[in-house]
C-alpha cells in the first residue's frame, strides 16, 4: 500500500492516543446509558401516576424528544452557565445524553409496562401485596424482557451520538482523530482507525444485547 495512502508507522503511533480517546468515549456512552435507563424507569412510572405529575413528565418528555440533541448540549453547557450553573464539558455532555436517552427509553419502558395485563394488579391487590412490592416483584420482571431489543437499539444509538459532544471540546475518538488528522493533515489512518472502532464496538453491543435477551428469556420460561 502506498506511503501516500496509508502510513503504518504513523498508524502504530497514533493508536495510543485513539486508544485513550475510545475509553472517554465508552465512559460517556456506559455512564450515559446507566443513567438513562433508570431516569427512563422514573419518567415512564410518573406519566403513568396521577393526573398532574402524569402531565408534566409528559410534556418534558416531549420537549426533550422534540429538540435536537446538538441544542441540548449547547443549551447546558453554554446557556445554563449565565443562570450560575457551570460544569465541565465532559459532565454537561453526560447530563445531555442522559437526559435525552432517558426521554426516549421511558417511551420503552412505558410500552412495556402497559404491556403487563391489568387484572395482575388486581390479583396482587386482593393478596394485600404492596403497591412497590407489585411492581417490583411482579410487573417490572414482565416488563422488562420484551424489552430488552429496544433499550440495547438506545445503547448502540447513544455510542454512536457521543461524537456530538466533539461541539464542546470533549475529546472523545472522534475529536481526537480530527484533531490528529489536522496536526499532520493526514486522514485516513485516524478516521479509518475510529470508524472501524465504532463498528467493532457496535457489533459487540448488539451481541450482548442479544445475549441478555436470551438469558432472560430462559429465566422468564422457568
Given at each position: 500500500?502506498?506511503?501516500d495512502i496509508?502510513?503504518?508507522?504513523?498508524?502504530?503511533?497514533?493508536?495510543?492516543i485513539?486508544?485513550?480517546?475510545?475509553?472517554?468515549?465508552?465512559?460517556?456512552?456506559?455512564?450515559?446509558?446507566?443513567?438513562?435507563?433508570?431516569?427512563g424507569?422514573?419518567?415512564?412510572?410518573?406519566?403513568?401516576?396521577?393526573?398532574?405529575?402524569?402531565?408534566f413528565?409528559?410534556?418534558?418528555?416531549?420537549?426533550?424528544?422534540?429538540?435536537?440533541?446538538l441544542i441540548?448540549?449547547?443549551?447546558?453547557?453554554?446557556?445554563?452557565?449565565?443562570?450560575?450553573i457551570t460544569?465541565?464539558?465532559?459532565t454537561?455532555?453526560?447530563?445531555?445524553?442522559?437526559?435525552?436517552?432517558?426521554?426516549?427509553c421511558s417511551?420503552v419502558?412505558?410500552a412495556?409496562?402497559e404491556?403487563?395485563?391489568?387484572?395482575?394488579w388486581e390479583?396482587?391487590?386482593?393478596?394485600?401485596f404492596?403497591?412497590?412490592?407489585?411492581f417490583?416483584?411482579?410487573?417490572?420482571p414482565q416488563a422488562?424482557p420484551?424489552?430488552?431489543?429496544?433499550?440495547?437499539?438506545?445503547?448502540?444509538?447513544?455510542?454512536k451520538?457521543?461524537?456530538?459532544l466533539?461541539?464542546?471540546a470533549v475529546?472523545?475518538?472522534?475529536q481526537t482523530?480530527?484533531?490528529l488528522?489536522?496536526?499532520?493533515f493526514?486522514?485516513n489512518?485516524?478516521?479509518t482507525?475510529?470508524?472501524?472502532t465504532?463498528?467493532v464496538?457496535?457489533?459487540?453491543?448488539?451481541?450482548?444485547?442479544?445475549?441478555?435477551?436470551q438469558?432472560?428469556?430462559?429465566?422468564?420460561?422457568?
Amino acid at each position: 500500500m502506498s506511503a501516500d495512502i496509508w502510513s503504518w508507522s504513523y498508524t502504530l503511533e497514533i493508536l495510543p492516543i485513539l486508544a485513550n480517546a475510545a475509553i472517554v468515549t465508552i465512559e460517556a456512552t456506559l455512564i450515559s446509558f446507566v443513567i438513562a435507563l433508570v431516569l427512563g424507569l422514573v419518567l415512564a412510572v410518573l406519566r403513568m401516576s396521577g393526573a398532574v405529575i402524569g402531565w408534566f413528565a409528559s410534556a418534558f418528555v416531549e420537549l426533550v424528544r422534540s429538540t435536537p440533541l446538538l441544542i441540548q448540549i449547547f443549551f447546558i453547557f453554554f446557556v445554563l452557565p449565565r443562570f450560575g450553573i457551570t460544569l465541565d464539558a465532559f459532565t454537561a455532555g453526560i447530563i445531555a445524553l442522559s437526559l435525552h436517552y432517558g426521554c426516549y427509553c421511558s417511551e420503552v419502558y412505558r410500552a412495556g409496562l402497559e404491556a403487563v395485563p391489568r387484572g395482575q394488579w388486581e390479583a396482587c391487590t386482593a393478596l394485600n401485596f404492596s403497591s412497590w412490592n407489585t411492581f417490583k416483584n411482579i410487573i417490572l420482571p414482565q416488563a422488562i424482557p420484551p424489552i430488552v431489543p429496544a433499550l440495547g437499539n438506545y445503547l448502540v444509538a447513544l455510542f454512536k451520538d457521543t461524537p456530538l459532544l466533539s461541539a464542546i471540546a470533549v475529546a472523545e475518538l472522534v475529536q481526537t482523530a480530527k484533531n490528529l488528522g489536522s496536526e499532520n493533515f493526514r486522514y485516513n489512518e485516524p478516521m479509518t482507525i475510529v470508524g472501524l472502532t465504532f463498528l467493532v464496538l457496535s457489533l459487540v453491543s448488539a451481541a450482548g444485547i442479544r445475549w441478555l435477551e436470551q438469558r432472560l428469556n430462559r429465566r422468564s420460561v422457568r
